[in-house]
């Protein structure tokens, strides 16, 4: 079972574009979107039109739940010029995005939960970087029951093996940041995304029975920078997109 | 958000596909395939790859479970020894046209997906099963005491619980809050796109409407739409009788039993 993450896509329609024709040519099972469709650049519409056109199963992102709570005052400003675009039939299907998704996995040698979050499994605003602390990694999994925590929100993409003992035996913890499609700050402007299959041999035990593939996809980054200079968004984001940072 | 739910297609490719026909008219925001892809008819492996071709998050049924692993007991609670024969045939006829690739594939489904909102910062619970959440093949009928499906639901942390299985579609909304406070859940059979059991021969499936005030203490908060497709079902049912499944399978598709 191949099951393909895509997370932060953040109204970049060129680079969710190109995604998704690599995700089409790779041909996973399973597709989950880890939320941050909207903000940063012009598209916010035509990225939500496209992935609930495909159907794909996605959860809020801060972004993504921003545009509920946001006071009209401050929409004025030109950063939020992002969350003014979006139509009210999108703004709709953003407030009613689930939290989070866990997928069981209960047929494995041994059972194996996998837990979808944007940020982490408490706040859709908490960022789980590559170097935070592992015990609050390891809490975060234990609260949740979780053996797989698959999270976005950094943009910055990693998977951590954590050990652990459960009842005297030996067992692996895997937390999957999936990277950012539409505004990635690893210093790789290609967008980015996570493929992650399980098989039969997939065992809590053993480390390496996970297997997780980062995959670099090339779209038309000037495309979406002179996007945002020929908009009301500040030029700075333009250029993190081609430097991404 | 409007999220489409289908389950037991088994193996009946022309139903599957007036299925997804009808998903087009609908638009639904999300499709979830709560399992059972196979047994009973002569297309498991297309069935399969139109599923995956789509990337439709899916979890395992008890077919699927036996298929997966070249079992020849599916789960199913077959009654009578005419049952019981025919079964076997399926089973095995199922075991042989069954490909590896796709066989890999129903061996690693998922039991469960749990879908975790939080609307007004209140947490709803969305659970797909495919019989229960204690057992797959486990048969929640309309009827089942209330007490016991209220206990199952609690027991599995799911205010919304959906499923297939017995291939008879309803929705019982159930009370279980303390103290005056209600909490209402909802559970879904979500009935069969290629083997109704319910008298209407046509395939059927689910639209789950979730709204911004979606909420455990208004039931009539979450909308849940029966909608049912023609599908040619004769067509499914001389590719039964044309192979060696036992011809009863066939009048089971066109009385829909």
């Not at chain 2, 439709?56 to 009654?79: E, V």
């Not at chain 2, 998922?110 to 019989?131: C, M, S």
Request: aromatic content about 8%.
């Amino acid at each position: 079972m191949t099951i393909a993450l895509i997370a932060d896509i953040h109204a970049n329609l060129p680079a969710l574009e190109a995604v998704l024709e690599d995700i089409d040519r790779r041909n996973p099972d399973q597709i989950y979107c880890l939320g941050d469709l909207v903000g940063y650049n012009i598209w916010p519409n035509e990225v939500i039109e496209n992935i609930r056109k495909r159907r794909i199963p996605t959860i809020a992102g801060n972004h993504d739940l921003k545009i509920s709570t946001m006071d009209p005052a401050s929409e004025e400003s030109p950063k939020n010029y992002a969350y003014r675009l979006i139509s009210p039939s999108e703004k709709q299907y953003l407030q009613t995005l689930p939290a989070h998704i866990r997928l069981e996995f209960n047929y494995l040698p041994e059972p194996l939960h996998m837990l979808l979050v944007h940020g982490s499994p408490l706040n859709a605003n908490e960022y789980l970087f590559e170097d935070t602390d592992e015990a609050v990694l390891l809490k975060h999994l234990e609260d949740t029951q979780a053996n797989i925590l698959c999270v976005g929100h950094t943009h910055k993409p990693y998977h951590r093996t954590l050990y652990t003992q459960k009842e005297g035996k030996d067992q692996f913890k895997h937390i999957i940041n999936t990277g950012s499609v539409g505004k990635p700050k690893d210093g790789d402007p290609r967008a980015c995304y996570v493929l992650v299959e399980l098989d039969l041999s997939t065992d809590i035990k053993v480390v390496e029975s996970l297997s997780v593939e980062f995959i670099r996809v090339q779209y038309d980054v000037e495309k979406a920078a002179k996007a945002v200079e020929g908009s009301l968004l500040p030029n700075e984001w333009a250029n993190m997109l081609r430097q991404a940072y | 958000m409007k999220i489409a739910l289908f389950s037991d297609i088994h193996a009946n490719l022309p139903a599957l596909e007036a299925f997804f026909a009808d998903l087009e008219k609908q638009k639904p925001d999300a499709v979830y395939c709560l399992g059972d892809l196979v047994g009973y008819n002569i297309w498991p492996n297309e069935v399969i790859n139109e599923i995956r071709k789509r990337g439709i998050p899916t979890i395992a049924g008890n077919y699927d479970f036996g298929i997966g692993r070249t079992s020849d007991d599916c789960g199913c609670a077959y009654k009578t020894d005419i049952e019981k024969a025919n079964g076997a045939v399926s089973i095995s006829f199922t075991n042989e046209i069954v490909k590896d690739e796709e066989r890999r594939y129903l061996r690693t489904l998922p039991a469960h997906i749990k879908v975790e909102f939080q609307l007004n910062h209140d947490k709803l619970n969305l659970l797909l099963v495919h019989g229960s959440p204690r057992k797959i093949n486990e048969y929640l009928f309309e009827d089942r005491d209330e007490k016991s499906l209220l206990r199952i639901m609690e027991q599995a942390d799911a205010d919304i619980m959906c499923f297939g299985h017995t291939h008879k579609p309803y929705h019982r909304t159930l009370n279980s809050g303390i103290d005056g406070q209600d909490h209402f859940r909802h559970a879904i059979n979500i009935g069969s796109v290629g083997k109704p059991k319910d008298g209407d021969p046509r395939g059927g499936y689910v639209l789950l409407h979730i709204q911004d005030d979606s909420s455990i203490t208004n039931a009539a908060s979450i909308r849940v739409e029966f909608v049912r497709f023609s599908y040619d079902v004769e067509k499914a049912a001389s590719a039964v009788e044309g192979c060696r499944l036992p011809d009863a399978y066939a009048e089971a598709l066109r009385k829909a039993q």
